[in-house]
T-cell receptor
Framework: DVKVTQSSRYLVKRTGEKVFLECVQDMDHENMFWYRQDPGLGLRLIYFSYDVKMKEKGDIPEGYSVSREKKERFSLILESASTNQTSMYLC????????????FGPGTRLTVL | AQSVTQLGSHVSVSEGALVLPRCNYSSSVPPYLFWYVQYPNQGLQLLLKYTTGATLVKGINGFEAEFKKSETSFHLTKPSAHMSDAAEYFCAVRGRGKIIFGKGTRLHILP
């Protein structure tokens, strides 16, 4: 059974803290994605990666960075968390082509105080 | 550029009634289209997708969608709603190396 796991379901951080969100997939997928989900705005792509050590900016990369040192792991980093980064963060993975199904993790609900 | 528009952010239907979340797309290339569902407190999962071939696509849990090029639509349907269908539904279109999601339609099922 395919599986995408995220390091935390709920996370509370303070303004200015550095935050790491980790995502691991066990399907040997090339592509991995980070989205944030906000009510009324749907899913917005932050960053994606199509190979180890490769990354591309999505639609809203400001305030975020990513790291992909191993194929199965894709980390999202908030260098200095701010209250407007309070959101649900979803990780997904897929095989190489854009028609392939994306498999999602359960999400991390991040609250920045 | 590719985009999708979902009409109605919240839709309520009675149990047993027809379910019809709507989606219109815009694409400069032949579109590949998807419907994903998000149940409460879960990530998204694929309901169905259209790539090429037959325009009526069947998915899981009794859902289906029809690709209509002339109307640039890909509406989702299910003949009879169940309480377990209460969820948020996202339409999506292929972009360059990524999928572009709509803003979602939250489906409420009334007993």
């Amino acid at each position: 059974d395919v599986k995408v796991t995220q390091s935390s379901r709920y996370l509370v951080k303070r303004t200015g803290e550095k935050v790491f969100l980790e995502c691991v997939q066990d399907m040997d997928h090339e592509n991995m994605f980070w989205y944030r989900q906000d009510p009324g705005l749907g899913l917005r792509l932050i960053y994606f990666s199509y190979d180890v050590k490769m990354k591309e900016k999505g639609d809203i990369p400001e305030g975020y960075s990513v790291s992909r040192e191993k194929k199965e792991r894709f980390s999202l980093i908030l260098e200095s968390a701010s209250t407007n980064q309070t959101s649900m963060y979803l990780c997904a993975s897929s095989q190489i082509t854009s028609t392939d199904t994306q498999y999602f993790g359960p999400g991390t609900r991040l609250t920045v105080l | 550029a590719q985009s999708v528009t979902q009409l109605g952010s919240h839709v309520s239907v009675s149990e047993g009634a027809l379910v019809l979340p709507r989606c219109n797309y815009s694409s400069s290339v032949p579109p590949y289209l998807f419907w994903y569902v998000q149940y409460p407190n879960q990530g998204l999962q694929l309901l169905l997708k259209y790539t090429t071939g037959a325009t009526l696509v069947k998915g899981i849990n009794g859902f289906e969608a029809e690709f209509k090029k002339s109307e640039t639509s890909f509406h989702l349907t299910k003949p009879s709603a169940h309480m377990s269908d209460a969820a948020e539904y996202f339409c999506a279109v292929r972009g360059r190396g990524k999928i572009i999601f709509g803003k979602g339609t939250r489906l409420h099922i009334l007993p």
